[in-house]
Structure formats: structure tokens, C-alpha cells
């Protein structure tokens, strides 16, 4: 699943095309994606609205858009990408097979017509020729539209916790919200209502860079654990952002191309290979539904 990195590096690249366009039309071939309003119903509703910014919450992307440029009546587009979702800026045709088929393919050449990017099941027009594709091979994303105040005020969004990323997300902060926590650090660190944005990749990263065992509860870590995995979040989170996120299997940026963070990553499924920091032999362990990715000497 895109984390924070993957999310903010989709944002990041649709800000620079996309900001102050209109949307013209839209489609899509899989109606279950779209939870809110009716299916049928999203195209009457988005049609001629502007986009005016794009902001991540959590792992969230919400398109705030207007009638006009000036905030007027705002709305939101919710667009939560799941297991193997990614948004694209593209062109796209789309030729009917059957009543329930599609065969949509990308009209620019190159990295869009990778594989990985060919699952589209959405499609925004917008006023400049050129689109924003969903492409989801599990069609698991989640998409949501209506008014700003609605759209915020959903639970999806209100209990998700702070930003680590934000500066105002301070060591005494963090500290606050987990030391009193008996869960293993690692599904602290996944748990979107006490930090947003971190997943199964980074919280194994981040873990490995503070030397600390997945296992270890929470209220178990020391002053010093508190401090050293405080920074480990910041940094790998900013180097992954600044690396264009992880692309070990469906995530791709809005281009089509694969982030860099794969190349450099410490332990997430690096299993049976040595630690680069002292050569013992990375283990996974399972924790619930989740794997775990771990050095047994460094994070004892």
C-alpha cells in the first residue's frame, strides 16, 4: 500500500500540472470504488468544478475544488489509492469489449504503458486535453466526494492522527502519544489514529535506523529509544519523500516511473540477506496479518 512518501510524491507531481484546471467529464468501469455519492451521480456532481489545491491527510489525497479559482461553494474529492492503487497524468483511450469490459490504453509513449500502470478504472477529463488515471489491478481504492465540511468531518479523516512530517510534530509529542501504549512498536507506528502515513515498509526501515525489535512494547522503550526513533521517523520519511517513495511492486509516481527508495532500503523484504550495518542475517517474523523486517543482533 502507497505510504506517506508514495502519497506525497503522487500530490507533488499532480500539483504542477493539475492546480487551477477544470474537470470536463469523468469515468469509470468499476462503480464499487465510489463510495460516495451514487456512481451514477459523481459525473453530474464534478463536472465544470476547478481544481484548486490538493493536500495529503494520512494517506488520504483530497482534491479541494471550487466553481471558480476563488473559494466558492468548496468541494472535495477524497481519493484513498489502498493496496496497489496510483494516480497517473496521462491520456487515455478507452475501447468497449463488452458490456462490463474496457480495454483502456495509454496514448503517451513510454513509462504509462508499463504494465503496473495499466489497470486504470477511473478517469478525470480535464479542460487542458490531458487526464488523471487511477490505476488499481486489486480495485480496492476508495473514493469519496461532497462538500469540504462533510468531507473532513468524516471519520476517515478526523481520527487520523498528526502529520510526522508537519513541524509541529515534536519529540514530546510523540512521546506523548505512545509511551503509555502496551502494543508492539511496530503496530504503534501503523496505526493511523496515533501517527498517519506510515505502513508496513517504513515502520520496518525506521525501526532497523533506531535499533529497536518490532516486538518491544510501546511503554517498554527507554528516554533514549523514545529519541532515537523519533528522528528515525523524520529522516527516513524525508529521505524517502525526497527518493520519490518505494516502487517494490505496483507503486508508480504520476508519470508511470518507480520511486528510488527501493534501492536503498535497510530491511523491508530483504530476508536471508546481511545487514549492511553488521552483517547478521535479516529475519521476518509474522505480527498479525503483517510481516515484520528485522536485524536480531542490532534490535535485540
Known amino acids: 500500500m502507497p505510504e506517506l512518501p508514495e502519497v506525497q510524491t503522487i500530490i507533488d507531481d499532480l500539483r504542477k500540472k493539475i492546480i487551477g484546471r477544470k474537470i470536463i467529464n469523468v469515468w469509470f468501469d468499476v462503480p ?47 481519493i484513498h489509492q489502498k493496496l496497489t492503487g496510483h494516480l497517473l497524468y496521462g491520456k487515455w483511450s478507452i475501447k468497449k469489449i463488452s458490456n462490463f469490459k474496457f480495454q483502456v490504453s495509454s496514448l503517451i509513449k513510454g513509462s504509462l504503458e508499463e504494465k503496473v500502470n495499466n489497470y486504470i478504472h477511473l478517469i478525470i477529463y480535464l479542460d487542458n486535453g490531458w487526464q488523471v488515471g487511477l490505476s488499481d489491478m486489486r480495485k480496492f481504492a476508495k473514493i469519496l466526494f461532497g462538500e469540504k465540511e462533510e468531507i473532513e468531518s468524516l471519520p476517515d479523516l478526523v481520527e ?54 518490532p516486538f518491544k512494547p510501546a511503554n ?9 526513533l523519533y528522528k528515525a521517523i523524520k529522516s527516513i520519511l524525508q529521505k524517502a519523500v525526497k527518493l520519490r517513495g518505494s516502487s517494490i511492486i505496483d507503486f508508480r509516481d ?47
Open 220 to 228: 517498554k522503550l527507554t528516554a533514549g529509544e523514545f529519541k532515537n
Open 254 to 300: 504520476a508519470f508511470g516511473k518507480s520511486g528510488g527508495y527501493a534501492k536503498i532500503r535497510k530491511v523491508y523484504r530483504r530476508e536471508g540477506e546481511k545487514c549492511q550495518r553488521c552483517q547478521n542475517l535479516i529475519k521476518r517474523v509474522k505480527m498479525g496479518g503483517r510481516s515484520a523486517h528485522y536485524c536480531p543482533k542490532c534490535q535485540r
Open 32 to 78: 464499487k470504488l465510489i463510495k460516495k455519492p451514487k456512481p451514477q451521480d459523481l459525473k453530474n456532481k464534478i463536472q465544470d468544478l476547478r481544481i484548486t489545491d490538493i493536500q495529503r491527510r494520512g494517506k488520504n489525497i483530497l482534491f479541494y475544488l471550487n466553481p471558480k479559482l476563488k473559494i466558492l461553494n468548496p468541494k472535495i474529492l477524497l
Open 160 to 213: 487520523l492522527g498528526p502529520n510526522p512530517t508537519d513541524k509541529s510534530f515534536s519529540v514530546n509529542k510523540f512521546i506523548s502519544l505512545i509511551s503509555s501504549r502496551k502494543q508492539k512498536i511496530k503496530q504503534v507506528l501503523m496505526d493511523q489514529s496515533v501517527v498517519a502515513g506510515i505502513g508496513n515498509i517504513y515502520s520496518d526501515e525506521i525501526l532497523w535506523q533506531a535499533k529497536i525489535h
